[in-house]
């Protein structure tokens, strides 16, 4: 039985991983290069240009590269039980607060984490939130409303990065970060995936089923501690309610898939990369007529037209990750996290038994 698993890695982790085989265990390295390949070639299905860091299975029946455990239960594509959206949404809010716990909910005051704050707030757990800011709020009025005075929360108002990513106390409080709702409503994915998008149920599949596992983590990676509670992981657009009204969205044919990036992207040159604002972009106008479930829901508690159906898209998480043209990209001491809760980075990387964390080593 294997013991060793990781429930998240980043790219710096990999990179790291290759230098120790190419140094410790060099006649390793073809197979590691397969190991990468058979990984590329699931990316590309997802509709993915690149691979994306590697995959972690939901369902526990396939691995790439590392042994790995999903800690978000898997749920089927099939139908279910039909329901509201917005009892979805609050039943979503009551899974997490059901915890006990101080939730660290990530908010950047766009469409995705705004409707989930509210969710939170119409059910009054807004006691329980310890709301996470970054650089200037997308929806400054909501702060002022909902936010101030009425809810514990921290802003890292210079943008620092890498600060911003050390707030969140993962071995206490549950861990919330909503930028999983742009996969699951048929998003591209990433900011590498530029082109048109086609109408792929599959790809969502593919998605969800291996890259909506670990996201989270990544917006924790400067965390001091030694130790996470694995079991604090709990991103607001993977809760079992959603998921499962979201499988019914697309056997309906209803799903909107969107990608927001343009040609600029990948030069660098556009607004995209410049600034992470890109508010005639061609995939602007598109990208408003997608999430609809979110935006009605929005719209019925805030009765906010603008910020429910016309409010541009930003890259929220990509101005404050450091990955606008000529920013330098921040530090980010976390490369991996283990089965058992231990954070491993630059410092403990050689105390680990990494070919038990390998697959076919």
Known sequence: MIKNKLVYWNMGFLDTVEQWIKTEHPLFLQEWELLLKA???LSHRAGYVTSSQSTLDRAGEFETVFHTQPLIPWIPFKEYPRKDFADCMFESAQLLADKGKTIDFFWSGGLDSTAALLAFNELGLHKQLHVIMGGVPESPEIFEELVKGRMDYTWEQTSSAEVFYGIAKLD???LCTCSEFDIMFGGKGNFAATGTVVKNPDSWEVKRRYYTARHGWGMSLNFSGD?????????????????KWLCNFVLDDK???HDVSDETWEDGTGSWRTTGDA?????QEWYKQVKMPLR??????????????HKPKLASMLRLSGRISGKVPI????????????????DNFNNFDWPSYIVNF
């Not at 508010?279 to 995939?283: K, R, T, V």
């Not at 530090?331 to 630059?346: E, F, H, P």
């Open 39 to 41: 990984d590329l070639s």
């Open 172 to 174: 206490e409080h549950i």
């Open 227 to 243: 130790w996470v509670d694995i079991n604090n992981y709990m991103p607001f657009g993977m809760q079992p309610p959603l998921e």
């Open 255 to 257: 799903m909107l898939y």
């Open 279 to 283: 508010p005639i972009s061609a995939g």
């Open 296 to 309: 009605d829901f929005l719209y019925k508690i805030t009765k906010d037209e603008y910020l429910s159906y």
């Open 331 to 346: 530090k980010k001491r976390i490369l991996a996290i283990t089965n058992d809760g231990k954070v491993v980075d630059a």
